[in-house]
């Protein structure tokens, strides 16, 4: 594991980053200016049900901030692998058409995708 020696305060450091790393990357999925502050929104609610959820349980250290983190880049990697598929729905709703539908498979594979991602990120961190 990489992170084994990461303190808490090195966690607080990996999550701000992992957020703004998400925040970065929903940035180019946004296509009027208005939801650009809804996608800055995305991982701010994450670390806010972490921070409740870890209160209500009484969790402290670092198994919150482990788990926001590996979220956050699990999607973030997520919607790097994604790139191409995401790109072309953009440009069809940039251009007035409508997206294109989900299958069923798409969605099974962006499940089964952001799940091995987030594995791994477990694994690695």
Known sequence: MLTSTFS?????IAAIVSGIAL???VQSMVTTKRDKLKAVLLP???AACIV??????????KT????????????????????????????????G???KELTGMQVVLFFVTFTAVVAAMAVVL
């Not at 808490?8 to 607080?12: A, E, I, L, P």
């Open 23 to 25: 925040a970065l990357a």
């Open 97 to 99: 058409k409508p997206m």
């Open 8 to 12: 808490v305060t090195d966690w607080w």
């Open 64 to 95: 919150p901030l482990m788990l926001f983190t590996a979220t956050m880049l699990g999607l973030t990697f997520t919607r790097i692998i994604f790139a191409g598929y995401i790109g072309r729905q953009v440009e069809l709703v940039r251009s």
């Open 52 to 61: 409740l959820s870890s209160a209500a349980n009484g969790y402290e250290g």
């Open 44 to 46: 701010l609610a994450g």
